[in-house]
């Protein structure tokens, strides 16, 4: 940090925060003109995506962390089919669908979600409550042999960069949807509030796995952010087992899992077998092979 520039100190101190800032008000301001709230979070994680791009361009957390082109193509892949297509479809688009179509047929889960409270409100609690069974199924792919094989793949990279916030096996990802999004559409959450989750659910994956020198500060005890979620990709399992919030961190906080030294920084990312495949289409069987996903 000393021998950062000026610039570089201030951005990595505001960029997170500011960036979340620009993309709820981008989010609020296309709502504001009339836009579904689908199409409005699209926008917002988009101009989140390229602000997010620009930081690790200008002032990265490591130079030799720019993804190859290989690298970058596979993520690219993994991006459009199981970030785009499967979360944001799943996610945001069915979700806001079917939570539109529970509270309007009456069949939606009432007196248990306060939705007397403002939507920001709303968003923040959805937030602390997801993360929650999401946390423990976290550390369920990590504990449990047949799960990790699916997990293996989001660990497989050697780099962190934004792009590949999206490298997750489909089964894993289908399986998190049920768990952390599904049971907020049964309760009839509306849909400006499942949208607002969603955006602040794609910044804070594309700075949680980007390559932006970032400082934190305090919000390491709130956010699951980049400091923290580069431990949970070393190579060592003893690092790479904290650090499983979601979005927050303080379920890792609740139950003795943060792992955040103040004296050193992560070391080399990825698995112990250096050899497990990296491409799209291998990964899609990786996790059926016996003994590919060392750790």
């Known amino acids: 940090m000393s021998n950062q520039t000026p610039a570089a100190r201030l951005v990595a101190r505001v960029s997170y925060p500011g960036v979340l800032a620009i993309a709820f008000a981008v989010f609020a301001a296309i709502i504001g003109a009339g836009v579904h709230v689908t199409v409005a979070s699209y ?11 620009l930081h690790e361009f200008k002032f990265p957390y490591r130079r030799q962390w720019h993804p190859a082109m290989t690298d970058a193509r596979a993520d690219l892949v993994f991006m459009l ?12 688009t069915l979700v806001i669908f079917l939570a539109e179509q529970l509270r309007t047929t009456g069949i939606a889960i009432d007196g248990i979600w306060p939705h007397e409270l403002p939507v920001p409100a709303q968003a923040a609690l959805m937030l602390v409550a997801a993360d929650f069974p999401r946390y423990w199924l976290h550390r369920a792919f990590h504990k449990f042999e047949f799960m990790w094989r699916y997990h293996a793949v989001h660990h497989s990279p050697h780099r962190l960069y934004w792009l590949n916030v999206g490298r997750f096996h489909p089964i894993e990802k289908a399986v998190q949807f049920a768990v952390d999004t599904l049971p907020f559409a049964l309760l009839g959450v509306s849909t400006e509030v ?37 431990w949970h990709h070393s190579e060592f399992s003893e690092e790479s087992d904290t650090n499983f919030g979601n979005n927050l961190i303080i379920w890792d906080l609740v139950f003795g899992t943060r792992f955040l030294p103040p004296d050193r920084e992560v070391g080399r990312l ?13 990964q899609m069987t990786t996790p059926f092979v016996p003994g590919l996903d060392k750790r």
């Open 194 to 230: 499942l949208a607002a989750y969603f955006v602040f659910y794609a910044i804070n994956g594309f700075f949680q796995h980007s390559n932006c020198d970032v400082r934190l500060g305090s919000l390491n005890y709130l956010v699951s952010g980049p400091e923290l979620h580069r």
């Open 81 to 92: 089919v199981v970030q785009v297509a499967l979360p944001y479809l799943l996610s945001i």
């Open 270 to 282: 990825g698995l112990v077998n250096r050899d497990y495949p990296l491409g799209f289409l291998a």
């Open 43 to 53: 926008i917002a994680g988009l101009a989140g995506a390229a602000l997010v791009t």
